[in-house]
């Protein structure tokens, strides 16, 4: 059964089966996207150097392996080698939108939240605005995107970022990454996909 909360999917990265669920909620989320696509992009934000900020970063580690699987992958921006950060996210998205006419961006980043929700990851169709945590002005991306609370807000919140575990955000980012590959994969009922 899939969590919705207040017309998102919210799952707790840190417990079992929540890969598949997140795998059909993407699916669903995938299938019922109402505008007109000819290209999936992933754009993974985060940078290396923080490891509460680290999650986007992991995710595409993790998923650059998976979609070589594919026979028709989606583009992956975003990685440990590559990250997608404040200083490169401009030249990024007008990469996305200068090379792609009807991109589906399904953006993926860390955030900040309440000490409960820690390891709570939340999908949803519309954008998101990175760095909004620390005060950044970034531009929104994305029309699907998969947030994951990494620690709790705080007035020092580079510290928090700075002194969250590695374990939380490894497992979060291997969830994410295994549920969007497997709910390209599959449809929404978990039946495999031709898409």
Do not use: W
Not at 8 to 17: G, I, S, V
Not at 78 to 99: C, R
Not at 120 to 126: A, D, E, I, Q, Y
């Amino acid at each position: 059964m899939l969590n919705v909360c207040k017309k998102n999917y919210c799952f707790n990265a840190l417990k079992t089966q929540t890969e598949h669920q997140l795998a059909l909620a993407f699916s669903k989320s995938l299938h019922s996207y109402s505008g007109t696509f000819d290209k999936v992009i992933i754009l993974c934000v985060g940078t290396d150097r923080l490891t509460g900020d680290s999650l986007g970063p992991l995710t595409g580690y993790k998923l650059l392996p998976l979609l070589t699987k594919l026979k028709t992958p989606p583009v992956l921006f975003g990685t440990l080698e590559e990250p997608v950060h404040a200083l490169n996210i401009n030249n990024i998205v007008d990469k996305i939108y200068t090379q792609y006419s009807a991109p589906l961006v399904v953006a993926v980043d860390a955030s900040l939240g309440l000490p409960q929700h820690i390891g709570r990851l939340s999908l949803k169709h519309g954008s998101l605005n990175p760095g909004s945590a620390v005060g950044k002005k970034l531009p929104a991306i994305g029309d699907i995107t998969v947030t994951g609370v990494v620690n709790h807000y705080h007035f020092l919140d580079y510290a928090m970022l700075q002194n969250t575990r590695l374990n939380t955000v490894m497992k979060m980012a291997e969830v994410i990454a295994y549920g969007i590959f497997h709910g390209i994969q599959t449809d929404y009922t978990g039946i495999p996909s031709a898409l």
